[in-house]
């Protein structure tokens, strides 16, 4: 097992109060950064550890924080993205449920190099029970002179408080995100102006995923050059996966990357394999967003080199034959599995939560999860597949947000690399009804 | 379909109105947004609303939370209808959230569903005839390693099999929160 | 002043100008058409993405292409940049796959529609749609609805351009329509039934590219191309009284704002020329009006076909 910076004291009982939590060496760098530390300077180390967006972009969060622009006079804001609705993905409510002070102490000292006298966690409205042990935890802070005015005589002031979504995956965009804390609807807004420049009531705001204001906690105390040398590349530091899926053992673990894929299913200190001593089929590894590989994709690369937990070994091949490592929502499925299913639920996902502003998103998700559940339910035609692969070329890309692109991929790497298996869905509609496909076969020349 | 997915002919009879002490809580919420944007804790009061006044968002409910943030009802209805956690129409007093996506599937999320609506004899959406269980199906909840699950209230249950339906149903019916 | 090229046409403008607005100044069949965006109401556009175009040079200092096609009306120019609109193949396909997406759940009830003859969706069919349809699955429906006595919502037809939203929102003082749900369920609506009562309300009916909101005061009284189109004027205390009434005979059957070639009011007196709902829906009377004269209709549409001058068409012809 690796090390761990983020969850090391998970399972430390009483974690969740301020004093349990600053006996094992919480708050550490909210004293080093304001005591002794410019807002630079700890931007300085955020950038040379190399830190990546841990929301799923995968985006420099050093380089993200550089662009915030500072006019005179006008406030800043940080926000906390912790609306985590990718499915597959719950990493960052193990972390604000178990050690809920980690993310405030990753609040303050970011808010601080940020120079945000105001930050806010946006939580999805379903975590309610989180908003409340994070509530907890923020008025201990404050009691312990942790949040307020002047904190630890440094003359910083920072207050921070928690909101609420009302169920809408799209704010986890961040422009939607922001709309929705301005109590709107979570429609994208176009861009630019970006937040760095226009964002939270017109301001200046940066937006970061949980994990990754949790991650400036271990930069900052051990120093980014430390937190650079975990991984390989340009895959610094430790990620929260969450697995799930038909795995021996599911669950949230903090790896170092760089670990092979073919450890972090099989191996002992990880998942422990397939459930059930079947035979795995495909994964996605990080989040229902990005492309699906089947089994012969899995642990090697098209090339026969071994995957790694990394960002790029996991997008090794493209989209011909890689995926992406996302935000860590690691989808494991058996033989028994249908992609053709699957597809249709990940499609029928997207279409319950496109927005409805622009109108390829809008008409095209829905058209999509039309088409896939004829398929999947044996009333599908063979000039369906290719109606399915045009629409999603036509929505990659055309739209305001993600949103589009996100629905778009997981149909197109499905057909892709299962094409068979819909084939069979049309060819054989009342077997298809009773049984599920298989295993798919290794085509001759995957390159 | 009409103009509205909802029935709009459900109505609350008397205005609903927050108790000093909501009234108060509203005001420190306020209170954590910058002067003149209150508007940022609209969806956390109408969460607050659906809690108070009967679970679900009636346009009574609606309009009075229009009121308190002093904007047209249009800008509240526009958010009560975007955000899929609100209930339009009155609910049982229980709801049972269950979720449907991939790696919930994986794991026979949709037996869950069919063995809920069959012990309670109704189909998704609808409410038990004692008035007691509505079940609505719902996308990712952010349970998937611990599938299947479902989310009542605050609480989520996870690792869900028929026997723990079973349990559940039976605790909520006698009052008591499962665990 | 910056410098863009446009298919080739080269044009100065202001920082800040956006694609289309600098496409408008050379004019012609080099500007994208555009659903959502309406140049006289701040925050519109971005949504329908019709308006797509190819930017082939970002700018003088990074003349790399943009990887995606950019929305056009949202999009600012830089200076040195180059865009392929008409000139782009790719801009051709994904403006015909954005057309495929705005009809899958339209009606195509042009027969019945008022907005016939004057629709862009309509002229966006006529210049990219498929001859037929790939959707196999069952519309979207939706009733008629009321948004007040004299409009009529047909949320069939609706491609959620915002634009009504847009003209509650900022030429009348309390809107009680809007967007409700989301997603392909996303509608236009008053939620309850709630009449929208104010003096600059019917001039949704003029920013609607499409035949949702209608005059009701006009409804199924005549195609529009069997009507005179007169510039007129009245003192009006309420609004520029400049209005662009449309006859029968010596019958008014409707009134609406004096719109250029893109389907958006003139400025009159320097202001956006927004009529009032007494000029529009209140004064059906001759002798009301002080007529001008005729009034072009600088459309490609069939309005101007025949009628003050000859055919000025330039469209391809379906097969």
């Given at each position: 097992?690796?090390?761990?910076?983020?969850?090391?004291?998970?399972?430390?009982?009483?974690?969740?109060?301020f004093d349990?939590?600053?006996?094992?060496?919480?708050?550490?760098?909210v004293?080093?950064?304001?005591?002794?530390?410019?807002p630079?300077l700890v931007?300085?180390?955020?950038?040379?550890?190399?830190?990546?967006?841990?929301?799923?972009?995968?985006f420099?969060?050093?380089?993200k924080?550089?662009?915030?622009?500072?006019?005179?006079?006008?406030?800043?804001?940080?926000?906390c993205n912790?609306?985590?609705?990718?499915?597959?993905?719950?990493?960052?409510?193990?972390?604000m449920?178990?050690i809920p002070?980690?993310?405030?102490?990753?609040?303050?000292?970011?808010?601080?190099a940020?120079?945000?006298?105001?930050?806010?966690i946006?939580?999805?409205?379903e975590?309610?029970?989180?908003?409340?042990?994070?509530?907890?935890?923020?008025a201990e802070?404050?009691?312990?002179?942790?949040?307020g005015?002047?904190?630890?005589?440094?003359g910083?002031?920072?207050?921070?408080s928690?909101?609420?979504?009302?169920?809408?995956?799209?704010?986890g965009?961040?422009?939607?995100?922001i709309?929705?804390?301005?109590?709107?609807?979570?429609?994208?807004?176009m861009?630019?102006p970006?937040?760095?420049?226009?964002?939270?009531?017109?301001c200046?705001?940066?937006v970061?995923n949980?994990e990754?204001?949790?991650?400036?906690?271990?930069?900052?105390?051990?120093?980014?050059e430390?937190?650079?040398?975990i991984?390989?590349?340009k895959?610094?530091?430790?990620?929260l996966?969450?697995?799930?899926?038909?795995?021996?053992r599911?669950?949230v673990?903090?790896?170092?990357?760089?670990?092979?894929v073919?450890?972090?299913?099989?191996?002992d200190?990880?998942c422990?394999?397939?459930?059930?001593?079947?035979?795995?089929k495909?994964c996605?590894?990080?989040?229902?967003?990005?492309?699906i590989l089947p089994?012969?994709?899995?642990?090697?690369?098209?090339a026969?080199?071994d995957?790694l937990m990394?960002?790029?070994?996991?997008?090794?091949g493209?989209?011909?034959?890689?995926?992406?490592?996302?935000?860590?929502?690691?989808?494991?499925?058996?033989?028994?599995?249908?992609i053709?299913?699957?597809t249709?639920?990940?499609?029928?996902?997207?279409?319950?939560?496109?927005c409805?502003?622009?109108?390829?998103?809008?008409e095209?998700?829905?058209?999509?999860?039309?088409v896939?559940?004829?398929?999947?339910?044996?009333?599908?035609?063979?000039?369906d597949?290719?109606l399915?692969?045009?629409?999603?070329?036509?929505?990659?890309g055309?739209?305001?947000c993600?949103?589009?692109?996100a629905?778009?991929w997981?149909?197109?790497a499905?057909i892709?690399h299962?094409?068979d298996?819909f084939?069979?869905?049309?060819?054989e509609?009342?077997?298809?009804?009773?049984?599920?496909?298989?295993?798919i076969?290794?085509?001759?020349?995957?390159a | 379909?009409?103009?509205?997915?909802?029935?709009?002919?459900?109505?609350h009879s008397?205005?609903?109105?927050?108790?000093a002490?909501?009234?108060?809580?509203?005001?420190?919420?306020?209170?954590?947004?910058?002067?003149g944007?209150?508007?940022?804790?609209l969806?956390?009061?109408?969460?607050?609303?659906?809690?108070?006044?009967?679970?679900?968002l009636s346009?009574?409910?609606?309009d009075?939370?229009?009121?308190?943030?002093?904007?047209?009802p249009?800008?509240v209805y526009?958010v009560?209808?975007?955000?899929?956690?609100f209930n339009?129409?009155?609910?049982g007093?229980?709801v049972?959230?269950?979720?449907?996506?991939?790696p919930?599937?994986?794991l026979?999320s949709d037996?869950?569903?069919?063995?809920?609506?069959?012990?309670?004899?109704?189909?998704?959406?609808?409410?038990?005839?004692?008035?007691?269980?509505?079940?609505?199906?719902?996308?990712?909840?952010?349970?998937?390693?611990?599938?299947?699950?479902?989310?009542?209230?605050?609480?989520?249950?996870e690792h869900?099999?028929?026997?723990?339906?079973?349990?559940?149903?039976?605790?909520y019916?006698?009052g008591?929160?499962?665990n | 002043?910056?410098?863009?090229?446009?298919?080739?046409?080269?044009?100065?403008?202001?920082?800040g100008?956006?694609?289309?607005?600098?496409?408008?100044m050379?004019?012609?069949?080099?500007v994208?058409p555009a659903?959502?965006?309406y140049?006289?109401?701040?925050?519109t556009?971005?949504?329908?993405?019709?308006?797509?175009?190819?930017?082939?040079?970002g700018?003088?200092?990074?003349p790399r292409?943009?990887?995606?096609?950019?929305?056009s009306?949202?999009?600012?120019v830089?200076?040195?940049?180059v865009?392929k609109?008409?000139?782009?193949?790719?801009?051709h396909e994904?403006?015909g796959?954005v057309?495929?997406f705005?009809?899958?759940?339209?009606?195509?009830?042009?027969p019945?529609?008022d907005?016939?003859g004057e629709c862009?969706?309509?002229d966006?069919?006529?210049?990219h749609?498929?001859?037929?349809t790939?959707?196999?699955e069952?519309?979207r429906?939706?009733?008629?609805?009321?948004?007040g006595?004299?409009?009529?919502l047909?949320?069939?037809?609706c491609?959620?351009c915002?634009?009504?939203?847009?003209?509650?929102?900022?030429l009348?003082?309390?809107?009680?329509?809007?967007?409700?749900?989301?997603?392909?369920h996303?509608e236009?609506?008053?939620y309850?039934?709630?009449?929208?009562?104010?003096?600059f309300?019917?001039?949704?009916?003029?920013?609607?590219?499409?035949g949702?909101?209608?005059?009701?005061?006009?409804?199924?009284?005549?195609r529009?191309w069997?009507?005179?189109p007169?510039?007129?004027?009245?003192?009006?205390?309420?609004?520029s009284?400049?209005?662009?009434?449309?006859?029968?005979?010596?019958?008014?059957?409707?009134?609406?704002?004096?719109?250029?070639r893109?389907?958006?009011?003139?400025?009159?007196?320097?202001?956006?020329?927004?009529?009032?709902?007494?000029?529009?829906?209140?004064?059906?009377d001759?002798?009301?009006?002080?007529?001008?004269g005729?009034?072009?209709i600088?459309r490609?549409?069939?309005?101007?076909?025949?009628?003050?001058?000859g055919?000025?068409?330039?469209?391809?012809?379906?097969?």
């Amino acid at each position: 097992m690796g090390r761990r910076l983020l969850l090391e004291h998970d399972n430390v009982a009483g974690i969740e109060t301020f004093d349990v939590y600053r006996k094992n060496g919480g708050y550490r760098s909210v004293e080093k950064a304001l005591k002794s530390m410019s807002p630079e300077l700890v931007l300085e180390e955020v950038q040379k550890s190399g830190l990546r967006g841990r929301g799923g972009a995968g985006f420099p969060t050093g380089m993200k924080w550089s662009f915030l622009a500072k006019p005179e006079g006008v406030p800043r804001y940080l926000l906390c993205n912790a609306d985590e609705s990718e499915p597959g993905t719950f990493k960052d409510r193990y972390l604000m449920e178990k050690i809920p002070h980690l993310l405030i102490e990753g609040m303050i000292v970011s808010s601080f190099a940020l120079g945000a006298n105001q930050s806010y966690i946006y939580i999805r409205g379903e975590y309610m029970w989180i908003l409340d042990i994070l509530e907890k935890a923020i008025a201990e802070a404050y009691e312990k002179g942790f949040l307020g005015k002047n904190i630890l005589g440094s003359g910083f002031d920072h207050d921070l408080s928690v909101a609420p979504g009302g169920g809408a995956y799209i704010c986890g965009e961040e422009t939607a995100l922001i709309e929705s804390l301005e109590g709107k609807r979570g429609n994208p807004r176009m861009k630019p102006p970006f937040p760095a420049v226009k964002g939270l009531y017109g301001c200046p705001t940066v937006v970061n995923n949980v994990e990754s204001i949790a991650a400036v906690v271990p930069i900052i105390n051990d120093g980014g050059e430390e937190y650079a040398k975990i991984g390989l590349g340009k895959s610094t530091g430790t990620k929260l996966i969450s697995a799930c899926g038909n795995l021996v053992r599911p669950g949230v673990y903090e790896i170092e990357m760089g670990i092979t894929v073919e450890e972090f299913i099989y191996g002992d200190d990880y998942c422990r394999g397939i459930a059930n001593g079947k035979k795995l089929k495909a994964c996605v590894p990080g989040g229902s967003s990005v492309p699906i590989l089947p089994h012969y994709l899995v642990t090697k690369t098209a090339a026969g080199e071994d995957r790694l937990m990394t960002y790029e070994s996991l997008a090794d091949g493209g989209f011909a034959s890689g995926s992406m490592l996302g935000s860590g929502g690691f989808i494991v499925f058996d033989e028994d599995q249908c992609i053709v299913r699957n597809t249709w639920n990940f499609a029928r996902f997207y279409a319950h939560e496109s927005c409805g502003q622009c109108s390829p998103c809008r008409e095209g998700t829905g058209w999509m999860e039309k088409v896939l559940n004829r398929l999947e339910h044996g009333q599908g035609n063979m000039r369906d597949i290719d109606l399915l692969a045009e629409i999603n070329k036509k929505i990659e890309g055309n739209t305001i947000c993600p949103l589009g692109d996100a629905a778009a991929w997981p149909v197109a790497a499905a057909i892709r690399h299962f094409r068979d298996e819909f084939e069979w869905h049309v060819n054989e509609r009342e077997e298809s009804q009773k049984r599920n496909y298989g295993l798919i076969r290794e085509p001759q020349s995957i390159a | 379909m009409s103009s509205s997915h909802t029935d709009l002919s459900k109505r609350h009879s008397e205005k609903p109105v927050f108790s000093a002490e909501k009234m108060a809580e509203v005001q420190v919420l306020f209170a954590q947004y910058p002067e003149g944007k209150s508007k940022s804790a609209l969806i956390r009061v109408l969460h607050m609303a659906e809690e108070e006044f009967g679970g679900w968002l009636s346009i009574e409910t609606m309009d009075y939370v229009a009121e308190v943030f002093n904007i047209q009802p249009i800008e509240v209805y526009e958010v009560a209808t975007f955000y899929t956690m609100f209930n339009l129409e009155p609910t049982g007093k229980y709801v049972f959230e269950v979720c449907r996506t991939g790696p919930c599937m994986l794991l026979g999320s949709d037996s869950i569903i069919d063995y809920i609506g069959t012990k309670l004899d109704i189909k998704v959406g609808e409410t038990s005839a004692d008035g007691m269980f509505t079940l609505k199906t719902s996308e990712c909840l952010g349970a998937c390693g611990y599938a299947p699950m479902l989310q009542c209230g605050k609480k989520y249950h996870e690792h869900l099999t028929k026997e723990r339906v079973d349990e559940i149903i039976t605790a909520y019916r006698a009052g008591q929160t499962p665990n | 002043m910056i410098k863009v090229t446009i298919d080739d046409v080269e044009v100065e403008v202001a920082e800040g100008t956006t694609i289309l607005n600098a496409a408008r100044m050379i004019g012609g069949d080099v500007v994208p058409p555009a659903m959502c965006y309406y140049s006289k109401l701040p925050d519109t556009g971005g949504k329908c993405r019709t308006c797509l175009v190819e930017v082939a040079a970002g700018s003088t200092k990074d003349p790399r292409p943009m990887p995606k096609l950019v929305v056009s009306c949202s999009t600012p120019v830089q200076d040195g940049m180059v865009v392929k609109n008409k000139t782009s193949q790719r801009v051709h396909e994904n403006r015909g796959a954005v057309v495929e997406f705005l009809l899958i759940n339209h009606p195509l009830d042009c027969p019945v529609c008022d907005q016939a003859g004057e629709c862009h969706l309509q002229d966006l069919g006529f210049e990219h749609g498929a001859e037929k349809t790939r959707y196999e699955e069952e519309r979207r429906t939706f009733d008629p609805i009321d948004i007040g006595n004299k409009i009529k919502l047909h949320m069939n037809r609706c491609i959620l351009c915002y634009r009504c939203v847009a003209v509650a929102n900022q030429l009348t003082d309390k809107r009680v329509h809007g967007v409700l749900h989301r997603g392909e369920h996303a509608e236009i609506s008053t939620y309850i039934e709630s009449a929208v009562e104010n003096d600059f309300s019917g001039n949704m009916i003029d920013v609607c590219p499409v035949g949702a909101l209608t005059d009701k005061t006009f409804r199924f009284k005549s195609r529009v191309w069997f009507l005179k189109p007169m510039e007129a004027e009245c003192e009006c205390t309420k609004c520029s009284g400049k209005v662009v009434v449309w006859q029968f005979g010596n019958e008014i059957y409707r009134v609406t704002g004096r719109k250029d070639r893109y389907g958006e009011v003139e400025d009159q007196d320097g202001k956006p020329g927004w009529i009032c709902n007494d000029c529009r829906f209140d004064k059906k009377d001759l002798s009301k009006w002080n007529i001008i004269g005729p009034r072009t209709i600088d459309r490609h549409s069939v309005i101007s076909q025949g009628k003050y001058e000859g055919p000025r068409t330039s469209i391809k012809k379906v097969k």
